[in-house]
């Protein structure tokens, strides 16, 4: 894939000015803008797929709109008649890369798309938002992960609940149960459980039709360019779309839906932002080789004992989210420890983090979820991916981001791309 590899001239001129020691407006033609904006200077977006997913990112505050991009006209068609007539419609997102006057650009592709264009976006000097989960494979994350920090550009993931609002079913924001596990009131090491009965549910209704007939390929599509670096298949409606999430080749399934969502909290509620588990099991039927399917648990265990359960039957309903040796925390912030708001009144709240992504921006200063910690999360849902497809105990090293003795699952790392894309 040929993308322009230049240093951000916005970074680069800023960079150099605070070495000098002191501070300076720089207007944007300076810093390779179309034209001349004054010293306020706003920061200014493209959203690159605007689906149903993207089309919400078209009304995200914090920057002007220039550019939307999409393979489907349909879909791009729609997209800018939802915003003002300066905004510029591309269907190659390499287009969208080459103008200047861009900062940021929105992901919002299906995911074997998100590593490839994140890498290409960071290249050209943009910062990134990008839609869940972060990359269809470890290998990819690995990638983006090193060309982020190569060009020292703003990343985010499109996921939220580790700083912002109530976890989905357990009815309580993050930040309380952050602080309890810190407190060590609840012991060490801890049990986690992601079930229905915890509040979160699977949706395995994302699965793939395993026998179809190929149809003809709709005159508004590209579908070519919306395979990309997937294998390819004859066209079926099934395949894109809003039921792309159900193959393989494109996504997870309800675990590439829903798994950095509620596995991305529970990494940070256990300290565990910089690793990833050593050991994961799946008790799965035998997985289809193309279209996703339903699982019953996928068990992860980190070296320090710590645990995490996927439960895709939730057949026990009065279960804990959080179980420790000391005590247990249901939804609702309910737990068998006596007067247990009142105990945790005593200890500090966790960190503050930066949880204005354009204000990260502005700043250059990591947004809270970030190519670091938003990798590890996503290696979480690659790696219960894999026990599903393999449908037994898989060993792996976090540090060096391998399978241990495991050459049928180590294939599933770096997985090739159809030519000519390549990461």
């Not at 395995?204 to 390929?217: H, N, Q, R």
Request: with cysteine; aromatic share 12%; charged share 25%.
């Amino acid at each position: 894939m040929q993308t322009n590899q230049r240093i951000n001239r916005r970074h680069f001129i800023k960079s150099a000015v605070s070495a000098a020691g002191f501070f300076t407006i720089v207007p944007r033609h300076v810093l390779g803008g179309q034209e001349y904006t004054p010293p306020s200077d706003e920061l200014t977006k493209a959203v690159i797929g605007v689906g149903g997913m993207g089309r919400g990112h078209l009304r995200y505050p914090g920057a002007r709109l220039l550019a939307v991009c999409d393979v489907d006209e349909k879909h791009l068609q729609r997209a800018l008649s939802m915003v003002k007539p300066d905004v510029k419609g591309y269907k190659d997102f390499r287009e969208v890369l080459d103008r200047k006057d861009i900062d940021v650009v929105h992901i919002a592709t299906p995911p074997h798309w998100h590593g490839l264009i994140s890498k290409a976006a960071a290249q050209a000097g943009k910062d990134i938002w990008c839609e869940k989960p972060m990359t269809r494979t470890i290998g990819e994350g690995q990638k983006v992960v090193e060309t982020i920090q190569r060009y020292d550009r703003i990343f985010r993931i499109n996921t939220w609940f580790r700083f912002d609002g109530t976890f989905y079913g357990f009815r309580t924001p993050v930040a309380p149960i952050k602080k309890l596990v810190l407190s060590g009131l609840l012991g060490w090491p801890l049990k986690v459980r992601i079930s229905q009965s915890t509040g979160f549910e699977w949706k395995f209704f994302w699965s793939g039709k395993t026998a179809y007939k190929p149809e003809w390929i709709p005159k508004e599509l590209d579908y070519n360019m919306w395979l990309g670096p997937a294998p390819y298949k004859p066209y079926h409606h099934h395949r894109v779309h809003e039921s792309f999430r159900g193959y393989w080749d494109y996504d997870g399934g309800g675990l590439g839906d829903m798994g950095q969502h509620y596995l991305d909290p529970v990494q940070y509620l256990l300290e565990k932002d910089n690793t990833g588990p050593v050991e994961i099991e799946a008790d799965a039927p035998q997985a289809h080789p193309d279209a996703c399917g339903s699982w019953r648990k996928i068990y992860m265990k980190y070296a320090d004992g710590c645990e995490i359960i996927l439960d895709g039957e939730s057949q026990n309903e009065h279960v804990p989210f959080i179980e420790g040796p000391h005590g247990k925390l249901y939804p609702g912030f309910e737990s068998d420890i006596p007067d247990l708001k009142k105990k945790l009144q005593q200890f500090p709240e966790p960190e503050q983090q930066v949880t204005d992504f354009y204000q990260a921006v502005r700043e250059r200063k990591k947004f809270a979820l970030n190519e670091q910690n938003g990798h590890r999360s996503c290696t979480l849902v690659n790696l219960a991916k894999i026990a599903v497809r393999l449908s037994r105990k898989l060993y792996f090293d976090p540090a060096r981001q391998v399978f241990v003795n495991d050459d049928e699952a180590s294939r599933f790392i770096h997985q090739p791309m159809r030519a000519p894309w390549q990461i």
